[in-house]
C-alpha cells in the first residue's frame, strides 16, 4: 500500500506552527530570522529558542519540523548559513531543506545523519541535476520547481530514487525559483541572497490625484483607484502600460491550488505536497491547512476534493492548476 501524501504546511511563527499541527499538518516547515532563509521579513521565522520550543510541540504530536536555510551565502559570508546547520542538527529537526552546493556539502560533511531535503531555490527539475544532488549530498526529497506538468512529475519520479515534493497551494512564482533578479533589480536586496522579495523597508504607497501608487524601490508597480483594494507591490505582479494599455505584464495574482489534482499527483508518485505562505497568519494557515487534510484524506479513501473551496482566501480571489495542467500548449 503506498504512504499517503505527506503534508508539509508554513509556520512564520509559534502560532502559525501550532494552527499548522492542530488543522492536520504532518510536517511543517520554517526558517530562522535571518538572511539564511527566503523569507526573511520583519515580524516572521524563528530564535533558536522559538524552534526549540515549535519542536517540542510537534514532536510531542508525532509531527515534523523541517528548517528551510534556503538561500545563498555571499563569498566570504558563510558562517551564518553554517551556523543554521549546526544549530539545527543541535536542536534536532528532522531535515533541513538547503539549495546551496557549498551548504551541501557542509551539512553532509559536518552532520551526516541529518536528513537533507533539496529546496525549490536550487530549481532541480531533470533527473540528472537530481542525481547529481543525490550521489554527491545523499539529498533525500526534491521540492520540484512549479514549471512541470504532471505527466512531467511522473516520467521524472520513474528516474529517480529520491523522494518528491510539489506545491500544492498559495502564491505562484512566474521566474525560475533561486534565479529572479527582479527585486534585487528595483531595490539591491535579492530573495536568493538576502531572503526578501520585495522588502517592506522599499515599499511606499503614494496618494496621486484620484489613485494610490503602489511603489517599491524607485518603481511605481501599479496604481489603484479609489476603493480598489491595494496589493502588495510585488514586481513581478504589477501592472504597468504597454501599448497604451494597463495590465499585468508578467503574471496576475493568482494562487495555485492543485487540491482537486491530488489523485494525479499520488499516481505520479509525488510523496509531499507543500502549502506555499510562511508570510501569511496564522488563520490563512489553519484553513488552508485543514481544507488540505480533509482533501488527503479524501483521496485515500477513494474521493476526489473540490477545488473550490479555497477560492476565498486566493490571492486575487483566483486560482490556477498553473503547469501541472500545462493548457496553454
Not at 522559538?50 to 528548517?67: D, I, N, S, T
Not at 486575487?316 to 495542467?325: D, E, L, N, V
Request: charged share 20%.
Amino acid at each position: 500500500m503506498k504512504p499517503l501524501l505527506e503534508l508539509v504546511c508554513p509556520a512564520g511563527t509559534l502560532p502559525a506552527l501550532r494552527a499548522a499541527i492542530d488543522a492536520g499538518a504532518d510536517a511543517v516547515y520554517l526558517g530562522f530570522r535571518d538572511q539564511t532563509n527566503a523569507r526573511n521579513f520583519p515580524g516572521l521565522n524563528f530564535s533558536r529558542d522559538e524552534l526549540a520550543e515549535g519542536l517540542q510541540y510537534a514532536h510531542g504530536r508525532r509531527r515534523k519540523v523541517f528548517l528551510a536555510v534556503n538561500t545563498y551565502p555571499p563569498a566570504g559570508g558563510f558562517a551564518p548559513w553554517q551556523a543554521a546547520v549546526d544549530d539545527a542538527a543541535r536542536l534536532g529537526v528532522d531535515a533541513v531543506i538547503l539549495a546551496d552546493i557549498g551548504l551541501l556539502q557542509y551539512c553532509a560533511e559536518t552532520h551526516p545523519g541529518l536528513r537533507r531535503h533539496l529546496s525549490v531555490q536550487a530549481s532541480a527539475a531533470n533527473p540528472d541535476a537530481i542525481e547529481f544532488y543525490r550521489r554527491e549530498f545523499g539529498v533525500r526529497r526534491v521540492v520540484l520547481p512549479r514549471v512541470l506538468s504532471i505527466g512531467e512529475i511522473a516520467a521524472l519520479n520513474g528516474e529517480v530514487a529520491v523522494e518528491t515534493e510539489v506545491f500544492a497551494f498559495g502564491g505562484m512564482c512566474v521566474m525560475a525559483e533561486g534565479r529572479c533578479a527582479l527585486s534585487g533589480y528595483a531595490t539591491g536586496l535579492s530573495p536568493n541572497t538576502h531572503g526578501v522579495c520585495s522588502p517592506a523597508s522599499h515599499v511606499r504607497y503614494v496618494a496621486r490625484d484620484d489613485a494610490l501608487l503602489a511603489r517599491l524601490g524607485e518603481f511605481t508597480i501599479d496604481a489603484f483607484r479609489q476603493g480598489e483594494p491595494a496589493g502588495y507591490p510585488t514586481l513581478c505582479k504589477g501592472r504597468f502600460v504597454a501599448r497604451g494599455r494597463p495590465s499585468h505584464l508578467f503574471e496576475d495574482p493568482i494562487s495555485l491550488n492543485a487540491a482537486a489534482m491530488l489523485p494525479e499527483l499520488a499516481a505520479a508518485g509525488v510523496r509531499a505536497l507543500k502549502i506555499e505562505g510562511r508570510q501569511r497568519g496564522r488563520a490563512y494557515v489553519q484553513q488552508v491547512t485543514a481544507a488540505f487534510r480533509r482533501a488527503i484524506d479524501l483521496v485515500a479513501a477513494g474521493g476526489r476534493a473540490d477545488a473550490s473551496a479555497l477560492a476565498g482566501i486566493a490571492e486575487g480571489g483566483k486560482t490556477t492548476g498553473g503547469a501541472y495542467t500545462r493548457t496553454w500548449r
